[in-house]
Each structure stands twice: as C-alpha cells, then as structure tokens.
C-alpha cells in the first residue's frame, strides 16, 4: 500500500513539473523544432531512461 502511494506522489510530482514546464513554454512562446534527426546515442539515452523508469515502476509496484 505505501509502494502505490509512493508512485502516485512520484507520479504527480512529474505531471506537476510537466505542466510548469509547458505553461513556461506557452507563455514565453518558445517554439520547439528539430533540424535534424536524433543521432544513434541520443536514441540510446532515451531508450535507457525508459527501461529504467519501467523497471522503477516494476520494483515499486511489486507485491511483496
């Protein structure tokens, strides 16, 4: 019970930062564009970060 409770305080805290971030976005009307593909690495991290937070979630949701 405190693992759900523990990921849904984690999960809020995220969505919270999320929305700041995009409110600051929106009213200092920054426009977000890409030149240019993700290279081969930058692929890599962003597929490592997902497995990890997957795997956080795993071990956080796991019944003991």
């Keep these: 019970m405190i693992r ?5 305080v984690l999960a809020g805290l995220i969505l919270l930062a999320v929305g700041w971030a995009f409110r600051w976005l929106v009213n200092n009307r920054v426009r ?4 240019r593909a993700p290279t081969g690495r930058e692929i890599i991290w ?5 497995q990890l937070f ?6 956080l949701l796991r019944r003991s």
């Design 32 to 35: 977000i564009t890409m030149y």
């Design 4 to 8: 759900i409770i523990i990921v849904l």
């Design 46 to 50: 962003i597929s490592m970060a997902l």
């Design 54 to 59: 997957r795997t956080l979630l795993r071990v």
